[in-house]
């Protein structure tokens, strides 16, 4: 899952936002009823990017944003449980009865529905509607953005270019529809659906846990505009939502916690306020204003002296109220291989880089991470492996690698050579004021070291992964942060480097290096003996590391704060994000 | 000499001026400033060379682990006087006069620009008066009444672009450009409007009027006549307008619509700043000090240039 572009927007708009800060500030009271077991007040959410990525159930693909929507508007089939630490990650059952029964091959997976499921204006949740959610992921010319596990996994044929012969719930003519039937099933009562899968997935029921496979009501799809009024099938639905403003959540009483074990719904009501400015966000929570917010962003580098000690534990003032912690995503800089079709280029990237000054830039090695050696995060376990062939790496960039494999460049591949250091490569950050600073860094070291020049193209943050996605507005480099989506490397390595899948930044597929990766990639992804899979998946993250298709960044840490009514917040690890259906507002 | 001669000490109108400029003790103290701020911008490079003061050599070694400057004060020392730019450790003095280049040169482009066309303008307004100067006249009005602000942050994006792809400039010197021609597209009206009147009056003056009847081409009387008279308005025009200018570049690449780094403005270290009021306040005064000091220094030193100029007008 995608690591969200967080951070501060230009100024032109800090300015208006600051106005509409100062204007709603004295507009909003907070609710001061209080039941007894914690429930009741008002949970606000401050951020400075002007809307969601994505509110539609089958596009929303960001860490934060799943665990923000799964714990307060849509159900799905599992869920991830709700518990600190290694517990969280365990699948446990949401709208089925359990966590699905798989067929001996594994190709094949049963979900039952709970009695008693509604959406929220009251008509029952059915079979029907989890087929046609999933269905809307394969209008992939429509339902963008969103992950695709769907199509990569059902049995589905395939036509010569690649693509699903089955083309979503939208399209009539050339769409087979009875592909998709055959597929996907439910029962004649319709409570139970049945998946049929390509190839065999032991962890199908961690990949029903995306709200991709959450119900959608079929006559209440409005396609591309579903993104601002989907349908809830959890604790809250939407009363206002309204992009560069705000969203308002109230209690959904056709939900029912006799039906859903794992949602606490403790607020009332939650509020998100859009397009806060970076310092103005930071600041409410700080001087705890307003007691009931809590910041979605992240906290500005400038301010973490004010909460953290320099060895990154909580002062303990605010041991209450805020958290450091591992996430579990690795950021990197992404190559788009297609542009920059040149190894040693790619390499002298790496090598003239100064991490040390970017990682200071980040809060230091006890807020911003440590170096990540590939896209594979050492708390995977059994896929991680060190990646060698990286001696040469030196915090503050290697000039001499540097420049002996740019003087390899330019006689092996002059185009590339002429244009990095001529025109200069294009490098996507989100419009940020840290990445402002990171692009000053990376400009000077890399002309200085590898005499490369670099064009910055800044993106508003709510708009970067949508931008970048597109590969006729891509750049040479895009920033990006990816997270497994369950404890398999099957969601990294496939994910991000295969043609055909999710998050290809990367573009390798005219890379000569990619035809093997392909073949073993997916052999890999059939393969049914677990080690024998790590393994495998920890040489292809040497491999990809050997073809340099991404710059590692940080295996990155997180830091969370919130006001001080605010309770009984922990971090969810495989959503890298607060729990937040477990939050409670004080009276 | 024939003026001991005569007894009578006979100055001419500059003398008169520049004697009125010397005894104005804080026009005399800003022309010193101001001279000082224009020679340190215009040698910066020269400063790069003999004290070391590079705009982009990152002293990282000087920061923590958090990227703030060790030992407070924004890391002040003999070698970075005025401390180090938090987060990338660039000497903020460098930063600071390699950054005015920039600010100077955009306020400089636009005054001169905007002087030469309002000028040309206004006389040609006044001059010919009738159909010309009410078909000007209109448009002005036009320019006057737009919400300019408005119109530069909503074309900048499209503009910019537009710039690049023609190829003529790229990157920060795109939206350099496009801030230079869009400000001295609204800019120039107001200096127009300053020499109308004069050249209305001046045009009926007895000396206009013998040259028409010896038969002056209007270059000539544009010229030889009527421009001389104006110089005045134009001079302290001109260095009103500076600071003026300096103030609007500042606010645009605060609005993140000047240049973008790693190249800096004042307007961008200042936007910069405002995120370290509580934590780094030395960081958070220095570039609106300079800014300050800049605009307040050249403001005085145009009033002070009126005042030796025209002593007839308000002193303000």
């Given at each position: 899952?995608?690591?969200?572009?967080?951070?501060?927007?230009?100024?032109r708009?800090?300015?208006?936002a600051?106005?509409?800060?100062?204007?709603?500030?004295?507009g909003l009271?907070?609710?001061c009823?209080?039941?007894?077991?914690?429930?009741?007040?008002?949970?606000?959410?401050?951020?400075?990017?002007?809307?969601?990525?994505?509110?539609?159930?089958?596009?929303?693909?960001?860490?934060?944003?799943?665990a923000?929507f799964?714990s307060?508007?849509?159900r799905?089939?599992?869920?991830?449980?709700r518990?600190?630490?290694?517990?969280?990650?365990?699948?446990?059952?949401d709208?089925?009865?359990d966590?699905?029964r798989?067929?001996?091959?594994?190709?094949?997976?049963?979900?039952?529905?709970?009695d008693?499921?509604?959406?929220?204006?009251?008509?029952?949740?059915?079979?029907?509607?989890?087929?046609?959610?999933?269905s809307?992921?394969?209008?992939?010319?429509?339902i963008?953005?969103?992950p695709?596990?769907?199509?990569?996994?059902?049995?589905i044929?395939?036509?010569?270019d690649?693509?699903?012969?089955?083309?979503?719930?939208?399209?009539?003519?050339?769409?087979?529809?009875?592909?998709?039937?055959?597929?996907?099933?439910?029962?004649s009562d319709?409570?139970?659906?049945?998946?049929?899968?390509?190839r065999?997935?032991?962890?199908?029921?961690?990949?029903?846990t995306?709200?991709?496979?959450s119900?959608?009501?079929?006559?209440k799809?409005?396609g591309?505009?579903?993104?601002?009024?989907?349908v809830?099938?959890g604790?809250?639905?939407?009363?206002?939502?309204?992009?560069?403003?705000?969203?308002?959540?109230?209690?959904?009483?056709?939900?029912?916690?006799d039906?859903?074990p794992?949602?606490?719904?403790y607020?009332?009501?939650?509020?998100?306020?859009?397009?806060?400015?970076?310092?103005?966000?930071d600041?409410?929570?700080?001087?705890d204003?307003?007691?009931?917010a809590?910041?979605l962003?992240?906290?500005?580098?400038?301010?973490?002296?004010?909460?953290?000690n320099?060895?990154?534990?909580?002062?303990?003032?605010?041991?209450k109220?805020?958290?450091?912690?591992?996430?579990?995503?690795?950021?990197?800089?992404?190559?788009?291989?297609?542009?920059?079709?040149?190894?040693p280029i790619?390499?002298?990237?790496?090598?003239?880089?100064?991490?040390?000054?970017?990682l200071?830039?980040?809060?230091?090695?006890?807020?911003?991470?440590?170096?990540?050696?590939?896209?594979?995060?050492?708390?995977m376990?059994?896929?991680?492996?060190?990646?060698?062939?990286?001696?040469?790496?030196?915090?503050?960039?290697?000039?001499?690698?540097?420049?002996?494999?740019?003087?390899?460049?330019?006689t092996?591949?002059?185009?590339?050579y002429?244009?990095?250091?001529?025109?200069?490569?294009?490098?996507d950050?989100?419009?940020?004021e840290?990445?402002?600073?990171?692009?000053?860094?990376?400009?000077?070291?890399l002309?200085?070291n590898?005499?490369?020049?670099?064009?910055?193209?800044?993106?508003e943050?709510g708009?970067?992964?949508?931008?970048?996605?597109?590969?006729?507005?891509?750049?040479?480099?895009s920033?990006?942060g990816?997270?497994?989506?369950?404890?398999?490397?099957?969601?990294?390595?496939?994910?991000?480097?295969?043609?055909?899948?999710g998050?290809?930044?990367s573009?390798?597929?005219?890379?000569?290096?990619?035809?093997?990766?392909?073949?073993?990639?997916?052999?890999n992804?059939?393969?049914?003996?677990?080690k024998?899979?790590?393994?495998?998946?920890?040489?292809?993250?040497?491999?990809?590391?050997?073809?340099?298709?991404v710059?590692?960044?940080?295996?990155?840490?997180?830091?969370?704060?919130?006001?001080s009514?605010?309770?009984?917040?922990?971090?969810?690890?495989?959503?890298?994000?607060?729990?937040?259906?477990?939050?409670?507002?004080?009276? | 000499?024939?003026?001991?001669?005569?007894g009578?000490?006979?100055?001419?109108?500059?003398?008169?001026?520049?004697?009125?400029?010397?005894s104005?003790k804080?026009?005399?103290?800003?022309?010193?400033?101001?001279?000082?701020?224009?020679?340190?911008t215009?040698?910066a490079?020269?400063f790069?060379?003999?004290f070391?003061?590079?705009?982009?050599?990152?002293?990282?070694?000087?920061?923590n682990?958090?990227g703030?400057?060790?030992?407070?004060?924004?890391?002040?020392?003999?070698?970075?006087?005025l401390?180090?730019e938090?987060?990338?450790?660039?000497?903020?003095?460098?930063?600071?006069?390699?950054?005015?280049?920039?600010?100077?040169?955009?306020?400089?482009?636009?005054?001169?620009s905007?002087?030469?066309?309002?000028?040309?303008?206004?006389?040609?307004?006044?001059?010919?008066?009738?159909r010309?100067?009410?078909v000007?006249?209109?448009?002005?009005?036009?320019l006057?009444?737009?919400?300019?602000f408005?119109?530069?942050?909503?074309?900048?994006?499209?503009?910019?672009?537009?710039?690049?792809?023609?190829?003529?400039?790229?990157?920060?010197?795109?939206?350099v450009g496009?801030?230079?021609?869009?400000?001295?597209?609204?800019?120039?009206?107001?200096?127009?409007?300053?020499?109308?009147?004069?050249v209305?009056?001046?045009r009926?003056r007895?000396?206009?009027?013998?040259?028409?009847?010896?038969?002056?081409?209007?270059?000539?009387?544009?010229?030889?006549?009527?421009?001389?008279?104006?110089?005045?308005?134009v001079?302290?025009?001109l260095?009103l307008?500076?600071?003026?200018?300096?103030?609007?570049?500042?606010?645009?690449?605060?609005?993140?619509?000047?240049?973008?780094?790693?190249?800096?403005?004042?307007?961008?270290?200042?936007?910069?700043?405002?995120?370290?009021?509580?934590?780094?306040p030395t960081?958070?005064?220095?570039?609106?000090?300079?800014?300050?000091i800049t605009?307040?220094t050249?403001n005085?030193?145009?009033?002070?240039?009126?005042?030796?100029?025209?002593?007839?007008?308000?002193?303000?």
């Amino acid at each position: 899952m995608l690591k969200k572009e967080s951070g501060n927007r230009n100024n032109r708009r800090r300015i208006l936002a600051l106005i509409a800060t100062l204007s709603l500030t004295s507009g909003l009271v907070t609710s001061c009823s209080s039941s007894s077991n914690g429930s009741g007040g008002t949970l606000l959410f401050l951020t400075n990017s002007e809307a969601w990525t994505h509110a539609d159930p089958n596009r929303n693909y960001t860490g934060q944003h799943i665990a923000w929507f799964g714990s307060f508007m849509h159900r799905t089939l599992t869920a991830y449980n709700r518990a600190e630490g290694a517990a969280g990650s365990e699948v446990v059952a949401d709208m089925a009865t359990d966590t699905g029964r798989p067929s001996a091959d594994f190709k094949t997976w049963e979900f039952t529905l709970r009695d008693g499921l509604k959406f929220e204006d009251g008509t029952p949740i059915t079979c029907e509607d989890v087929k046609y959610g999933v269905s809307r992921t394969f209008a992939t010319d429509i339902i963008t953005d969103g992950p695709t596990y769907a199509i990569s996994m059902l049995d589905i044929p395939k036509d010569k270019d690649g693509a699903s012969v089955y083309k979503g719930p939208y399209k009539t003519d050339g769409n087979d529809v009875a592909a998709y039937d055959n597929a996907v099933t439910c029962s004649s009562d319709n409570k139970t659906i049945t998946f049929k899968l390509s190839r065999a997935v032991a962890d199908f029921n961690y990949t029903v846990t995306y709200l991709s496979f959450s119900p959608v009501p079929k006559d209440k799809d409005t396609g591309d505009q579903y993104d601002l009024a989907p349908v809830s099938s959890g604790p809250y639905k939407i009363e206002k939502y309204k992009p560069k403003d705000e969203m308002v959540l109230v209690r959904n009483e056709n939900w029912s916690k006799d039906v859903d074990p794992i949602r606490n719904a403790y607020p009332d009501k939650i509020v998100v306020r859009f397009g806060v400015a970076e310092e103005v966000r930071d600041q409410i929570v700080l001087s705890d204003s307003e007691p009931n917010a809590m910041s979605l962003d992240g906290i500005l580098p400038t301010n973490l002296a004010t909460i953290f000690n320099e060895d990154g534990t909580t002062k303990p003032e605010w041991s209450k109220r805020a958290l450091n912690v591992y996430d579990p995503y690795v950021t990197y800089t992404a190559v788009n291989v297609s542009k920059v079709s040149c190894l040693p280029i790619r390499k002298a990237i790496y090598y003239a880089r100064d991490f040390a000054a970017l990682l200071q830039l980040a809060g230091g090695p006890a807020f911003g991470g440590d170096p990540a050696d590939g896209v594979i995060k050492p708390l995977m376990g059994l896929d991680y492996k060190p990646v060698t062939g990286l001696e040469d790496f030196k915090p503050a960039g290697n000039p001499e690698k540097a420049a002996a494999l740019m003087a390899e460049a330019k006689t092996t591949c002059p185009d590339v050579y002429a244009k990095a250091t001529g025109k200069g490569l294009v490098f996507d950050v989100g419009d940020t004021e840290t990445n402002k600073k990171a692009a000053t860094i990376w400009i000077d070291s890399l002309k200085k070291n590898a005499g490369i020049n670099l064009k910055f193209n800044f993106i508003e943050p709510g708009q970067y992964y949508a931008v970048v996605f597109d590969p006729t507005k891509q750049g040479d480099l895009s920033r990006a942060g990816w997270a497994p989506d369950w404890a398999n490397a099957s969601t990294v390595i496939p994910e991000l480097f295969l043609e055909t899948a999710g998050f290809p930044l990367s573009r390798v597929g005219k890379d000569p290096a990619y035809a093997e990766f392909k073949k073993r990639a997916e052999a890999n992804l059939s393969q049914s003996d677990r080690k024998k899979q790590g393994e495998e998946w920890a040489a292809l993250n040497q491999y990809v590391m050997d073809n340099m298709w991404v710059i590692p960044g940080v295996f990155s840490k997180t830091q969370e704060m919130w006001g001080s009514k605010i309770e009984g917040v922990f971090f969810w690890e495989p959503q890298g994000a607060p729990s937040f259906g477990d939050i409670k507002v004080k009276g | 000499m024939i003026e001991e001669d005569s007894g009578v000490l006979s100055r001419s109108p500059r003398q008169l001026a520049w004697l009125r400029f010397r005894s104005h003790k804080a026009g005399v103290t800003t022309l010193v400033i101001a001279t000082l701020l224009i020679l340190a911008t215009l040698f910066a490079p020269v400063f790069r060379t003999l004290f070391g003061l590079d705009p982009t050599t990152r002293h990282t070694d000087l920061l923590n682990s958090q990227g703030y400057p060790k030992g407070g004060f924004n890391g002040i020392s003999w070698q970075h006087p005025l401390g180090l730019e938090p987060g990338i450790g660039q000497d903020l003095l460098a930063r600071l006069l390699f950054g005015a280049r920039i600010s100077f040169t955009v306020a400089l482009i636009v005054t001169v620009s905007t002087v030469a066309i309002g000028l040309v303008v206004g006389i040609i307004m006044g001059y010919f008066r009738g159909r010309v100067d009410s078909v000007i006249g209109r448009f002005i009005d036009f320019l006057l009444a737009f919400p300019s602000f408005f119109m530069i942050v909503a074309l900048s994006l499209p503009m910019i672009q537009r710039l690049e792809q023609s190829g003529l400039l790229e990157g920060n010197a795109a939206r350099v450009g496009y801030l230079v021609i869009i400000l001295i597209f609204f800019g120039w009206p107001y200096l127009s409007r300053v020499i109308r009147s004069p050249v209305l009056s001046i045009r009926e003056r007895d000396y206009v009027l013998a040259a028409r009847a010896l038969g002056a081409s209007h270059t000539r009387i544009i010229f030889r006549e009527i421009l001389p008279n104006l110089w005045t308005v134009v001079i302290v025009y001109l260095s009103l307008s500076l600071p003026g200018y300096l103030t609007v570049e500042a606010v645009f690449s605060f609005l993140g619509l000047g240049v973008q780094p790693p190249d800096a403005t004042w307007g961008l270290l200042i936007s910069d700043s405002i995120k370290y009021v509580l934590t780094n306040p030395t960081y958070f005064f220095i570039p609106s000090t300079a800014l300050i000091i800049t605009v307040l220094t050249f403001n005085l030193l145009g009033d002070a240039v009126r005042d030796s100029l025209d002593p007839k007008s308000e002193a303000s």
